[in-house]
């Protein structure tokens, strides 16, 4: 049984409890490494908040000051503090008066590299995911977009600066990972450095945004 026939067949303690038993939580060590890195070996990786949980199935790497359509381009200010802190901490930010979209810290300490989760694979919670997300239209859309999946965990800006080691907010990974063809391609929706391939994604996924 997969864990997305898992989700939606217990849909909640008992998936939570399964990928418990099957994973560990990544050590801050995985997101001390160059963003690109991360934002690769981020996929099939498990994001867990509160009852709900999520395969992450596409993410995309920001670099910091070399980068101009990344937050740190303008250098350290009071938003961009938690992405010059340690890594491994969530960067949670308010675009378009509307949506909230997590980031996990990359790199050492100083250097604000960071990698925006785009889309997951719901795999506990999906009760509580269609109360928050009431016109996704089916379970591959409940959290197939940035703004989607925050939506969907229930993440916020309240989580903002968040040990991605410690919870409420955590990022676990398999022991047993199952392999899947990595889709290489550039960002979407934003207006400079377009065209680097910095999006990263699970090719073929039904759950990866469009």
Known sequence: MSFGELAIASDG??????????SYILPRSFYERPTVEVA???LG???VHGRTAGRIVEAEAYLGEQDRAAHAWHGLTPRTRVLYGPPGHAYVYFIYGMYECLNFVAEPEGVPGCVLIRALEPLAGLDLMRRRRPKARSVHELASGPGKLTQAMGITRRLNGA????????????????SFELGVGPRIGVRHCADWPLRFYIRGHPCVSR
């Open 45 to 47: 990786k498990i994001l």
């Open 40 to 42: 690769r070996d981020i």
């Open 13 to 22: 303690e008992m998936a939570l409890r399964e990928i418990e038993r099957r």
């Open 163 to 178: 040990d991605l080691t410690r919870g409420p907010l955590l990022v676990r990974a398999l022991r047993n990972e199952p």
